[in-house]
């Protein structure tokens, strides 16, 4: 199509259409239908504050057709209608407003209760405005940074001069609005003096301009967010001026939400701007000057101004139409306005331009409670001529420049409203859904809102919140607080999800260096913590054969890996772990649970003890960062001269398990790697092909192991000669299941699998990993206290008979029938010929050699702690 | 949304949004404490409306912790790390 493609219509656009002044110019005069009652609603504000023009643009729904550029190729349609917005089915609702009381929701299909389930879905079918494509993909909208010193939120006069001014003194400025400069303004001298300063602060580097940038929410900081195309502002000024302008006040009367209602700035931008005849014949109704200033604009496009409906005390003395003084008191019409009622007389029209009195664009100024904000222009203070909204920019801006007091924030008394009509457009709402609900007890503007839902729809009170105020002021005179403004929060402009979650954190996925290593040789991979770790290359059973009669490889570059070192390094770790650090002379380990001071199990590990005071640490893979803020929280704590760094990510880390590791890695290494020179739970330096690496000999899978630590650059290098020195001996990588299998076999717990928040040492017979006798560490007088209680449930190792199916993970324990605990960890073992597995066992039951249902096949409680190797023969060799 | 700078003693005035929050500070074992208190201590925390003392890890800069006074009503931090905490009551 040449022009929109308006539901199916090619509707022509001409240079600087926004989407409704196109459409307004090819005869549209209904919009959309309103909320509740579908009843038509047209053009109203043409400045993107009331909800009437909102349509569904390209697939995204409620875009604001006033403010929105047209584009030839547009697919615009209308929402809320079936089966269109011109002959609406839904609009028989507007005769059943009996059914749908206010507050309806609460009431209506509750009773008899049958019906509720019958009326729900239909409600749910008709609530929302628009339907979002769910196949739609969201995008990834980023967010963007800036620090001015001044920041200016408005151009119009007072904004542009409070930008030059604030920059004349010397400040970095920056200033937004949410159209362009002028972009609403029909020629004439504020149209003029605006161009003039547009042009004038374009020509100061120190300015940066951001226009379409509406802002949505102030906060403490202060930090001003906004919205620009496809990317979030986080805006951190040292000082902020608003000057965000004014906006003529809702007037409630008989049927105000007719099409050809319209406020009479919004009549003169589609007339003086857009070129677009609002009418041809029209009424003004104006409450103070600028009302009368735009019958030039209106008349100028073709609109004969048959009456002026003027309150009592203007100066119309230049009118040359008709003046009746008083108010507007009802439109007539059906689908559109064809007359109004002013001072008890009708008068044809098409078109009523309401020149109500200027309300200050508030919203962000009652954001700005206790913040460094100055309000300048019409946003401070209603009815400003043009010198003195230049002149208030220009103080403003100065005042900004040298740091502004903190902002208080006195709202305004609000004005009358009329006896009939809607309030709210949004919801729809009306004066008398009002005062219904003040009779049912909700008298206060605030519980008003929550009960009828009004200036809780797009508009977000723009249209409806002052004669919300003014309706509860008036049922209750005597109350002052009734009328109070209702509160506001962010954001003061609808946005998008997409826009709201700008700059959202990425989702993490961390491989170590091998990973592609992994993959290419079948590698499955799995989550652990933020790493994807490999699960297993296709064969448990035999990488688990592997480990045992022979040699494998596991890549364990996923463990926490930190240096600890400074003057307080030996002291620190005293009090972190529970077992002794002081006494580990350079070159031995030792393994280290981590307490919190509930005395609870929070992870797990080694410590070397590099010597001059200074230790290398690992934790558990999903342990790492956690524990790093852990325990520099602690140094700051006890205010210990300490450095934790996190080496995790630096460096690699394999693990050499089997009878043959040490032949195998002896192939590649000229070290001493005898069980004299290297023994069991020492550390030692050592290069391996060529790497150097920090050497530990562990047992957590239960045979002859060496783990290697090195750069992590040197990943690859290293895992292909040792492959290439095994093979001589079938050497296998093995992924976590494998390494699961086989430390359950050792009896080792891993932490958060066989361990939960309430888990001691007590519970899991890991007394010796405790040494209570030492001054302080963390978790002790918690486990002190513990003593002194029985553990109602211990986790114990169980056996099953050869034959008997392994249960699952998770299964229950059971005995006589009743509940008694829950499995962990259970795996049928290849080298015992039986099922294997810890469990949450109740005290009652737990003793050695008990017989437990577990998965309800009979069990006994083990009476070691290794299901194999129990005297560790093999990780000693 | 709330936005406050803190100023790390490495990295200089950053983005509060760069540091995680970690919690109010709490006081050391008491070992004179009676069990009462000492679940307390462990357990239930001020949530202070109004002056706290508090600990912020640097995430996204120098990964070190700071330890600040914050007015929990306005955000505005009166005592930056370093700086003493004055009266500030840390547990009631
Ligand atoms: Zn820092």
Known sequence: MAGIDFEGTDVPVQQGDTIAAALYRSGTRIFSR????????????????????LVTVDGEVNVRACECAARAGQKVTRQNAWPSADRDALAVIDKLHWALPVGFYYKAGIKPKFAWPMVEPMIRKMAGLGFVDHHDAPRHLERVNWHPDVLVVGAGVAGLEAALAAAGAG?????????????????????????????????????????????????????????????????HPQAIVLACGGREIHRVFTDNDLPGVMLARGAARLAGVHGVRPGARAVVWAEQPEALEHIAALTAAGVEVVAVVAAEGLDTSAVTCEVIRGEVTAAKGRKRVSAIVAAGRTIACDLLAVGSEIQPNEHLVRLAYDLPVVVAGDAAGHGLTLDDAMA????????????????????ATPRTCGANGYVCLCEDVSVKDLEVAIDEGFESAELLKRYTTVTMGPCQGRVCADQLRAVAARKNPDLHRVANATTLRPPVRPITLEQAIAGAPHHM????????????????????????????????????????????????????????????????????YPMRVADLEAGRLRYGLLLEEGGVIIDDGTVCALGD????????TTGAERLESWMGDWAEAWGHDVYVV???????????????????????????????????????????????????????????????????SQSAKLWDAIIAAGAEWDIRPFGLMAQRLLRLEKGHIIIAQDTDFETTPWK????????????????????????????????????????????????????????????????????????????WVKRAYAAAGSSITVGGSPATVFSGHAFYDPEGEKLRA | MSHFYIRCPNCGP??????????????????????????????????????????????????????????????????????????????A
């Open chain 1, 764 to 839: 899991v017979g890991m007394q010796w990993a405790v040494k209570l006798d030492k001054d302080d560490f963390v978790g002790k007088a918690a486990l002190e206290r513990h003593l002194k209680r029985d553990d109602r449930e211990l986790l114990v190792p169980w056996t099953m008979g050869a034959g008997t199916a392994c249960p699952p993970e998770g299964a229950t324990v059971t005995m006589n029938g009743n509940l008694a605990g829950r499995v962990t960890s259970a795996w049928h073992s290849p080298t015992l010929g039986h099922p294997i597995g810890l469990a």
């Open chain 1, 613 to 620: 005071g200074r230790y290398y640490l690992t934790v558990t």
């Open chain 1, 171 to 235: 400040s970095t400025v920056m200033l937004i609005d949410e159209t362009t400069p002028g972009a609403r303004v029909a020629s004439g001298p504020t149209r003029a003096a605006i161009d003039r300063l547009t042009a004038a602060v374009a020509a100061v580097p120190a300015i940066t301009t951001s226009w379409n940038t509406p802002a949505t929410g102030l906060f403490e900081g202060p930090l001003l967010i906004a919205v620009s195309g496809d990317e979030t502002f986080h805006i």
């Open chain 1, 34 to 53: 309103s909320f509740k009652y579908h009843r038509p609603r047209g053009l109203y504000c043409v400045s993107g504050d009331c909800p009437n023009c």
């Open chain 1, 392 to 411: 208030s920019g220009r103080a403003a801006g100065e005042r900004a420049a040298a740091g502004p007091e903190l902002y208080a924030v006195s709202p």
């Open chain 1, 509 to 576: 996925e961390r491989h170590t260096a091998l990973t592609a290593k992994h993959l290419s040789i079948g590698g499955t991979m799995m989550w652990a913590g933020p790493w994807k770790r490999v699960e297993a290359y296709g064969d448990v059973q035999a990488e688990y054969r592997a480990v045992r009669e022979r040699v494998g490889l596991i890549d364990v570059g996923t463990l926490g890996k930190f240096l600890v070192a400074g003057p307080d390094a030996t002291e620190f770790l005293e009090r972190i």
């Open chain 1, 646 to 712: 996190n080496q995790t990510a630096s460096l690699g880390a394999l693990n050499v398990a089997g009878p043959q590791a040490r032949a195998l890695l002896q192939k590649l290494s000229d070290d001493p790697l005898d069980r004299e020179s290297f023994p069991y739970i020492r550390h030692r330096q050592i290069t391996v092909a060529g790497v150097e690496c920090l050497a530990m000999r562990l047992g957590f899978v239960g045979e002859l192991a060496y783990e290697l630590h090195f750069p992590a």
């Open chain 2, 14 to 91: 950053r983005a509060c949004s760069e540091f995680s929050y970690n919690g109010e500070v709490r006081p050391l074992a008491d070992p004179a404490a009676s069990e009462a208190a000492e679940i307390d201590r462990l357990w239930l925390r001020r949530n202070a409306n109004g002056l706290q003392r508090e600990r912020w890890f640097h995430a996204a800069g120098c990964r070190r912790f700071v330890t600040i006074t914050r007015d929990t009503r306005t955000n505005i931090i009166v005592a930056q790390p370093g700086e003493p905490a004055g009266d500030v009551a840390t547990h």
